[in-house]
């Protein structure tokens, strides 16, 4: 008679997998090497803006015509423009005028958006549905077509633009709020709290703006980066911007006559534009890919 032996489950060697706590744990700037990088070249940027007074060489507006459209030296590290302003500087503090614009024009446009998606997601009815026709209305122009014709409202000017930047971005705000709103509003513990006879505007205060806060601030540090390249393009062609501030839009468009001879004109603004608007990209998906509470929970 042959007797089979059977090998109990607990005797079975089982591979041991790795712990989704592991990962958690692992810090985001060495499971990122990307965003870290662009994090330290953001901290750049801002460094270099807040403190422009003390790291540029020279005054960014003085003029010098002796030494007007000098190559890369020693003396001037990146040339001068066709004024004989010194480049170095002048791309120093545009970093703080595409930061200054970049961040305060989000603002307005984050709450402007907050507002109106807070108001359209809350009321329903025919006054949800004028606010979304009207957010549909600013979504169907580019954000650019309608800072421009903010800008011809408004005037010229940083704080024009500003103004037009920001309330050309109120659109993907609002309908961001507006969907987190229709989520948020029909669970269980925002029926729980009216069955409880909690005011309405607690219940909103406390339960439902907390819940939009959080995504709104993710999209926050994806769109900076959108609305400096909006400011610059508008100081490109000549609407944003006043000379003789050193805008890196305003540099790029007064160097495009000299490229064929003086090439670092338009190349060095360039580059710095170039440089901030894919560090803050990266920035702002990484922040996107960490935090946002729709891709953890779908993750």
Sequence with gaps: MTVQITKGVADVP???????AGKSRRSVFIRRPFFT????????????AIFAPYVAPFDPVKQDFNVMMKAPSVVHWLGTDSYGQDILSRVIFGARYALIIGIFSVMIGAVGGLIIGLAAGLSGGWAEWGLMRLIDAILALPSL???VAFIAILGQGVDKVVIAVGLSMIGPFARTVRSDVMQVRVQLFIEAAQLMSISYLRVVLRHVLPNVIFPLAVQVTIRVSEAILVSSSLSFLGIGVTPPTPDWGLMIAEGRDFVSFAPWMSAMPGFALALLLIALSIVGDGVREEFDPKLRRDS
């Design 14 to 20: 089982i591979a041991a997998t790795p712990s989704p």
């Design 37 to 48: 990088a662009s994090l330290l070249i953001a901290a750049a940027y801002v460094l270099a």
């Design 145 to 147: 077509i309608l800072a």
